[in-house]
């Protein structure tokens, strides 16, 4: 069965920094764009940044420059370095996978915690 388990949220202070880390099972994880989405209260669920099979990578302009999206293929693991946080970051983040041959299988991990105060 799938699961996706994530680790690496709590609270930072603005200008500093946490690291997300989602572990996949059950996934064929080579095949999958893996990544992170975001959902603030009252927002819509957005995505943060994502990386493909192919090494590529696409970044929520509101974090490009201060986050890094990262996968280690051999532990089934993408981690999320975030920098220079922000108050507006707070939100859930989830961990997210879609194998790229069988669209419709889309997978979420069940979210973790990022605050920074204002």
């Known amino acids: 069965q799938v699961d996706l388990v994530e680790s690496g949220g709590g609270l930072a202070q603005p200008g500093g920094s946490l690291r997300l880390s989602c572990t996949t099972y059950?996934?064929?994880?080579?095949?999958?764009?893996v990544g992170w989405y975001r959902q603030a209260p009252g927002k819509q669920r957005e995505m943060v940044a994502i990386?493909?099979?192919?090494?590529?990578?696409s970044y929520d302009v509101a974090v490009k420059g201060r986050f890094t999206i990262s996968r280690d293929n051999a532990a089934s693991t993408v981690y999320l370095q975030m920098n220079n946080l922000k108050p507006e970051d707070t939100a859930v983040y989830y961990c997210?996978?879609?194998?790229?041959?069988?669209?419709?299988?889309?997978?979420w991990g069940q979210g973790t915690q990022v605050t920074v105060p204002s």
């Open positions: 997210y996978a879609q194998s790229v041959r069988i669209v419709d299988n889309m997978y």
């Open positions: 990386t493909n099979p192919g090494g590529g990578t």
């Open positions: 059950g996934i064929i994880f080579n095949i999958n764009v």
